[in-house]
T-cell receptor, first 108, second 113 residues
Framework: TQLLEQSPQFLSIQEGENLTVYCNSS?????LQWYRQEPGEGPVLLVT?????EVKKLKRLTFQFGDARKDSSLHITAAQPGDTGLYLC????????FGTGTRLTIIP | DTAVSQTPKYLVTQMGNDKSIKCEQN?????MYWYKQDSKKFLKIMFS???????INETVPNRFSPKSPDKAHLNLHINSLELGDSAVYFC????????????FGSGTRLTVV
C-alpha cells in the first residue's frame, strides 16, 4: 500500500509570511498531484508534477517533485487569507492515493 | 454549468435504512470514482468505473453497491446503514484509467443516527 505522509498536519501563519508543506512517501510515484479543498467543497486540482526534480509555479505557489519521485513540496510566498484551506497531495497510476493533508490557516 | 454534480448534498438517516447518492459528470470523461472522506479529512478510494465497467473495488463492505448506467453517471447505493458509514462521500471523474487530474463533486455529507 502506498502511503503519503504530509507535514505539518496543521499550520497557522500571519498574512504575508512564507510557508512550505511537505509530502513524503517510501514509494516511487509516476506523478504527484496537489489539491486544495475548501469547507463544503471537493478538492480542486492545483498542479501535476511528473518528472523527478521538476519545479512548477502557479503565481505565488511553487511545487517541486523530488529527484527520486518519492516526495514533493509546496511553497507559498507571501501567504494571503485566500490561501486558507486543506492541501492534499496525491499520487498513483490507476487510482489516486491521497496524503494525510495539511490544514493551512492564514491570519489577516 | 457544474462539471461533476452530486445529489443530495446532505443526507441524514437512521441506522438500518437504505439510501442512494447520485453522481453525474458532463465533462465527457471515461472514468468515475467514489471516495470516502472521514472525520480526519482522509480521502480513501472506494470504487472506480471506466466506461461503465467496474475496475477498482477496494475492501468496501458489500452493503455498498455502485452502479454506472452510462459513463456519465455513477450512483452509490448503501444498504443497512451503520453509524460508521457517516462521512462525506465524493464522486470524481477523470479522462481515462491512467491517473490524470481528477474533477471532484462537492460531496454528500451522510449522517447516520
Amino acid at each position: 500500500t502506498q502511503l503519503l505522509e504530509q507535514s505539518p498536519q496543521f499550520l497557522s501563519i500571519q498574512e504575508g509570511e512564507n510557508l512550505t508543506v511537505y509530502c513524503n512517501s517510501s514509494s516511487v510515484f509516476s506523478s504527484l498531484q496537489w489539491y486544495r479543498q475548501e469547507p463544503g467543497e471537493g478538492p480542486v486540482l492545483l498542479v501535476t508534477v511528473v518528472t523527478g526534480g521538476e519545479v512548477k509555479k502557479l503565481k505565488r505557489l511553487t511545487f517541486q517533485f523530488g529527484d527520486a519521485r518519492k516526495d514533493s513540496s509546496l511553497h507559498i510566498t507571501a501567504a494571503q487569507p485566500g490561501d486558507t484551506g486543506l492541501y492534499l497531495c496525491a499520487g498513483g497510476d490507476e487510482k489516486l492515493t491521497f496524503g494525510t493533508g495539511t490544514r493551512l490557516t492564514i491570519i489577516p | 454549468d457544474t462539471a461533476v454534480s452530486q445529489t443530495p448534498k446532505y443526507l441524514v438517516t437512521q441506522m438500518g435504512n437504505d439510501k442512494s447518492i447520485k453522481c453525474e459528470q458532463n465533462l465527457g470523461h471515461d472514468t468515475m470514482y467514489w471516495y470516502k472522506q472521514d472525520s480526519k479529512k482522509f480521502l480513501k478510494i472506494m470504487f472506480s468505473y471506466n466506461n461503465k465497467e467496474l475496475i477498482i473495488n477496494e475492501t468496501v463492505p458489500n452493503r455498498f453497491s455502485p452502479k454506472s448506467p452510462d459513463k456519465a453517471h455513477l450512483n452509490l447505493h448503501i444498504n443497512s446503514l451503520e453509524l460508521g458509514d457517516s462521512a462525506v462521500y465524493f464522486c470524481a471523474s477523470s479522462p481515462g484509467r491512467r491517473v490524470y487530474g481528477y474533477t471532484f463533486g462537492s460531496g454528500t455529507r451522510l449522517t447516520v443516527v
